[in-house]
């Protein structure tokens, strides 16, 4: 076994300062910020201009915003003005974002849900609740981007979950899409914002305070800025730490939505021997009623997802299942309620299981009904959907149905239960369900535990249909330590959930530290040593995976990373499996170090690129895992970016080389008008993917959508699509 010795020496230098040379970052105070809501009579106008609107300069702004980095627990650099007020329909937040240079502000897109990290942003989360543990996320950039997400369980998810794309998994849901607005000036101040969120698009309890924290990237400063006060590792989703917002006295807003569509395709299926072109029209579409300004419910009929951005490409380089995130909107709203287990590795319930087939193709659904959100302190989710029969896939007519309840406790902790079912319809003896209970502690504001345990019955019996995870964690004084046990029932199988592997137990643990530096001169921003481990083992005790990870992040002002590692692995095989085609991997042990470097520059600026390598032992043999990003922006409309994965491997049984090439375009009109383009290349299944989208925007992400797919193996076409698709909201109650 050979290795650089860079990464461990690197790791163990920094054991040395971390006593002694670490800022206390975590001095946070106790009494939480409280901010006053204002009722209006008169509605301001919504256009961006703060300074100049009658409405706002009568309410006393607030914002005493405090630096998360670079220089922790000092006053923001430049000044912020908050001001919060709503009616009987309405909520709204201006904003005036102070910057002595505004001619430097940096903005990277105009399109909606555009990743605002690396820009001049300010972002907002509503504990609409106030329980401390759900939110709704909004932001926006001098430009005006709309921004919103869903947050439960604190944003928090599975820390080994081994998830290679984005999507909706645990805590964060990005993908949801509310209907509301935000309008943007910049002027020699600096720049504003003016927010207006209808009640209708949001849920609450009456007679309650909301829970609130603001932050606001100042990125010419690398500056990140809280309002409630955040200890270093934290974010804005930590809602046990967001401030106070009183002065609510909101009334039930009605809410019905009707949000039908149209759709015309052309297809052509190149593989089917003699196939013609394919016209289909469709019409269908969604109903949304708000039973209480907590509860919602949704109907689907015919539900379509044809503007959805297609799966990225990925390769498979061991025996276990690729994860693909769920990315169509109707299965995207509180999404999280629905989640129990391990995101990305066991997941009880997994919504790709509706409407698409295990091969990938579409199955076409039905429709169906879904009741979520919140009871007093309870969060209810009942989900039942119907899809079709595929008669050249052998799949026949199913129905699917997910109930959950979830009761929430003072101090972070809660107890649940989920079901979820599948049955096959005019089938007997069709049928998959799991049944589950899982609950978390909260030990304060530094730790938690947390678990479920699940069972599964099919109309195939079998034995050890179990599975059941352990978990704690400690977040606080720059620490962050986990541990946890899972165990996975060999005869464990739930068909509407996700498993990577089956038949294992399991134990994790991670430990990390953030070190920053006294000196504020320094140009080092953090550093993050850090190890964790994870180890498989069947029921037999026999070791199949042990991953032990050494590394540090090493963290600059200027926007820079490096992060350098080492892996030390286990690999064992009681059966051969097909590695390549062609080239198996025989029975045994297999034991190897690898080294790992990652260095990314500057993401805010307008070239950027990230390398990723991992090198060292596998299965007797060696690999070789390098991936390379180039980020080209253009001022705040056209942005791409370049990624290509060179794997390769040299093993006793033979060679091969699996390569995967990524390239993602963007144009952006305005922030409502964009054209997206999407081109990919697998080396392993032989394939081009392109895949064009332009979306014209209205409301909560419904507008115009022209989407072309074009598919090649080998020169020779696969597939290729053409469709529109219109989709309107309308507001029948105000």
């Known amino acids: ?208 305070d909301w829970g609130v924290n603001f932050r606001r990237n100042i990125r010419k400063t690398n500056e990140v800025a809280y309002w409630a006060s955040l200890p270093v590792g934290f974010n804005l989703n930590r809602l046990s730490l967001a401030g106070n917002l009183t ?25 089917q021997a003699g196939s013609k072109a394919k016209y289909a029209a469709e019409v269908g579409g969604d109903i949304k009623y708000s039973i209480t300004p907590s509860l919602t419910l949704d109907l689907t009929y015919n539900t379509d997802f044809a503007q959805v951005e297609v799966d990225q490409q990925q390769v498979n380089l061991d025996r276990f299942n690729l994860f693909f995130p769920e990315k169509r909107s109707f299965f995207l709203e509180n999404a999280g309620l629905f989640s129990v287990g391990s995101p990305g590795e066991v997941d009880l319930f997994f919504s790709r299981r509706i409407g698409i087939g295990d091969d990938g193709n579409l199955v076409p659904i039905l429709g169906g009904a879904r009741l979520s959100g919140k009871l007093n302190q309870t969060n209810v989710g009942l989900l039942t959907m119907f899809t079709d029969d595929v008669q050249e896939a052998g799949i026949e007519k199913n129905n699917f149905t997910v109930a959950r309840v979830n009761h929430e406790f003072k101090g972070r902790s809660a107890i649940g239960a989920i079901l979820v079912n599948r049955e096959g319809i005019g089938a007997e003896d069709n049928f998959n369900r799991t049944l589950a209970i899982d609950g978390k502690l909260g030990l304060g504001k530094k730790a938690r535990m947390f678990g479920f345990y699940a069972k599964t019955k099919s109309e195939n019996e079998a034995e050890d249909e179990h599975a059941f995870k352990f978990q704690t964690d400690y977040k606080w004084n720059n620490w962050l330590i986990n541990g946890g046990y899972t165990e996975v029932g060999e005869g464990f199988n739930p068909e509407v959930g996700f498993l990577r592997r089956s038949g294992f137990r399991k134990a994790e643990g991670l430990v990390l530290y953030h070190l920053r530096p006294k000196n504020e001169n320094s140009k080092f921003l953090e550093l993050r040593p850090h190890v964790s481990y994870r180890g498989f083992w069947d029921f037999n005790g026999f070791l199949e995976t042990s991953f032990l990870h050494i590394d540090n992040h090493w963290e600059f002002k200027n926007g820079m990373e490096f992060h350098t590692g080492m892996n030390v692995t286990t690999e064992g095989l009681l059966e051969e499996f097909e590695i390549s085609d062609g080239i198996w991997v025989q029975p045994g042990v297999y034991n190897h170090i690898e080294s790992q470097q990652i260095f990314f520059t500057n993401r805010s600026k307008p070239i950027s690129f990230s390398l990723r390598s991992v090198m060292g032992g596998s299965f007797g043999g060696s690999r070789s895992l390098n991936s390379g990003t180039l980020r080209l922006r253009s001022g705040d409309k056209f942005n791409t970016s370049f990624t290509y994965m060179y794997n390769k491997f040299n093993l006793p049984m033979g060679k091969f080389s699996a390569n995967v090439f990524i390239s993602q375009l963007s144009y952006s009109f305005k922030p409502n008008l964009y054209i997206q383009g999407l081109i990919q290349n697998n080396s392993v299944e032989k394939v081009w993917a392109y895949n064009f989208r332009l979306g014209w925007l209205q409301q909560a992400n419904t507008g ?31």
């Open 1 to 208: 076994m050979q290795l650089s010795k860079l990464p461990l020496v690197s790791y163990l230098l920094l054991l040395f300062p971390i006593i002694g040379n670490s800022q206390n970052t975590n001095e946070v105070g106790t009494e939480r910020p409280t901010a006053q809501a204002v009722i209006i009579s008169t509605v301001p106008e919504i256009d961006g201009n703060v300074l100049n609107d009658a409405v706002w300069q009568q309410i006393e702004p607030f914002g005493d915003l405090s630096q998360l980095q670079p220089n922790f627990g000092q006053t923001a650099s430049e000044k912020t003005e908050i001001r919060i007020a709503y009616n009987d329909e309405t909520f709204y937040v201006a904003v005036v974002c102070y910057d002595s240079k505004p001619n430097d502000l940096v903005v990277s897109s105009a399109r909606r849900d555009a990743n605002l990290d690396n820009t001049d942003a300010f972002i907002f989360i509503l504990d609409t609740y106030k329980d401390n543990q759900n939110g709704f996320v909004f932001g926006t950039n001098s430009l005006g981007v709309e921004y919103d997400a869903q947050v439960d369980n604190e944003g928090q998810f599975n820390f080994n979950a081994n998830l290679q794309q984005g999507g909706a998994v645990g805590g964060f849901n990005l993908n949801w899409d509310g209907s509301w607005e935000v309008k943007t000036e910049v002027g020699p101040y600096g720049w504003s914002a003016e927010f207006a969120i209808p009640l209708r698009t949001i849920r609450f309890q009456g007679g309650k």
């Open 247 to 271: 002065g609510l006295d909101l009334k039930s807003p009605g809410n019905l939505k009707m949000i039908p569509y149209v759709l015309s395709q052309v297809s052509k299926n190149f593989e």
């Open 704 to 734: 115009l959508f022209v989407v072309y797919n074009h598919n090649l193996r080998d020169g020779n076409p696969l597939n290729n699509s053409f469709l529109i698709k219109y989709t309107r909201m309308f507001d029948l109650l105000r």
